[in-house]
């Protein structure tokens, strides 16, 4: 198997909070994990990737200092979306991948943001 | 501009018979292409790839059939079950460039209806 846990499920917030989401890997090491953003009626998104042990590479307009991702082992990373807006209100979700880039990601069931 | 497209929307399909998912993509980089379904409030699961080396790819009732001239790929379901009844995501990935970023593209999904 490869099962990916993410945490927490659905968060509802106030304007200028700071949320952490968490994605585990269970039953693989993770060299490397993805994190993605999804908007109603619209296809996943690509935000960041990173590997275990180094800084994640964000995707062109996504800014670094509002989404800190750290992925401290090669079974956990972390989303923290900083000092959240209604605007940062959004579906998102975390993959894990074994090895290299020819393996297939492994998706957690994603976290709903709400920031009021 | 979408680099992986579904465009079916949905798809109806009786019991028993064959479901065909097409998708079609522009980036001529991507060289592995995967193939996902997700259930309402779950994360997408992983259910077949295929390298841009083969042409095809077979897993029990799974099929991918890749056309590189035609950027053209499509998942084969035979026969189709009820449990069948999900909408199913086309995803593809270039080669990591070095600079750590090698995430997938997704289509928008296809929601496959299993009539019985």
């Known amino acids: 198997g490869a099962v990916v846990s993410q945490h927490p499920s659905w968060v509802i917030c106030k304007s200028g909070t700071s949320v952490k989401i968490e994605c585990r890997s269970l039953?693989?090491?993770?060299?490397?994990m993805f994190w993605y953003r999804q908007f109603p009626k619209q296809s996943l998104m690509l935000m960041a990737t990173s590997n275990e042990g180094s800084k994640a590479t964000y995707e062109q307009g996504v800014e670094k200092d509002k989404f800190l991702i750290n992925h401290a082992s090669l079974t956990l990373s972390t989303l923290t979306v900083t000092s959240a807006h209604p605007e940062d209100s959004s579906f998102y979700i975390c993959?894990?991948?074994?090895?290299?880039?020819?393996?297939?990601?492994?998706f957690g069931d994603g976290t709903r943001l709400s920031i009021l | 501009d979408q680099q992986v497209k579904q465009n079916s929307p949905s798809l109806s399909v009786q019991e028993g018979r064959i479901s065909i998912l097409n998708c079609d993509y522009t980036n001529s980089m991507f060289d592995y292409f995967l193939w996902y379904k997700k259930y309402p409030a779950e994360g997408p699961t992983f259910l077949i790839s295929?390298?841009?080396?083969?042409d095809k790819n077979e897993d029990g009732r799974f099929t991918v059939f890749l056309n590189k001239s035609a950027k053209h790929l499509s998942l084969h379901i035979v026969p189709s079950q009820p449990g069948d009844s999900a909408v199913y995501f086309c995803?593809?990935?270039?080669?990591?460039?070095?600079?750590?970023?090698?995430?997938?593209?997704f289509g928008k999904g296809t929601h496959l209806i299993i009539q019985p």
């Open positions: 995803a593809a990935s270039a080669p990591n460039s070095g600079g750590g970023a090698d995430g997938l593209t």
């Open positions: 993959s894990a991948r074994r090895g290299s880039s020819n393996q297939p990601q492994h």
């Open positions: 295929i390298s841009s080396i083969k």
């Open positions: 039953d693989f090491q993770a060299t490397t």
